[in-house]
């Protein structure tokens, strides 16, 4: 375990209070790194053993799910407001693309990277299971339906 640990003493207790709600202490692995990314904005090498430390697993099985899920970064923070661009067939058939594009040339950034000011961090999502609402875009985890340019500057506007 690193000397600094990067868990602070709220985030084990948080990850501690899954153990009452799951059969076993490994069965809170996906809660665990999602607590992890919230507080911290990703999940750093650094916290694996940690991690694995506190569920009683091997590092490995923690890096596994990591590299499993592309929902956990592990290189970088996300930008505070995570925009997930919906690319399924309803929402390409309604001009995803563009609007995808839009929101890059707004942001200066490609998916998958965040604003310098870590504002923002865009991704794209194979479905978000919202196509009666097509196009869609899933900000952290309120989902904005039927956008438009205009949708995006309004967007954009409120969370600025």
């Known amino acids: 375990m690193p000397e600094k640990s990067l868990l602070t003493d709220d985030l084990r207790a948080a990850i ?21 990314q919230e507080k911290l904005g990703f999940v750093p090498p650094e916290a694996v053993e940690e991690i694995a430390a506190l569920l009683d697993l091997q590092p490995a099985e923690v890096q596994d ?18 925009m997930w661009v919906c690319r399924s067939i309803s ?14 040339e707004k942001l200066g950034i490609e998916p998958g990277q965040t604003t310098p000011d870590g504002r923002f961090t865009l991704e794209t999502a194979e479905c978000l299971g919202a196509c009666d609402y097509a196009p869609a875009i899933l900000v952290n985890d309120v989902l904005h339906e039927e956008m438009t340019r205009a949708k995006i500057d309004g967007l954009l506007d409120a969370l600025e």
């Open 65 to 82: 799910a990591l590299s499993f899920y592309g929902f956990f970064k592990q290189d970088r923070p996300l930008g505070k407001y995570r």
């Open 16 to 36: 501690g209070g899954y153990f009452l709600r799951y059969p076993t202490k490994q069965a809170t692995l996906l809660p665990a790194l999602h607590a992890v």
């Open 91 to 104: 929402c390409e058939a309604r001009d995803e693309e563009d609007l995808l594009q839009y929101l890059q």
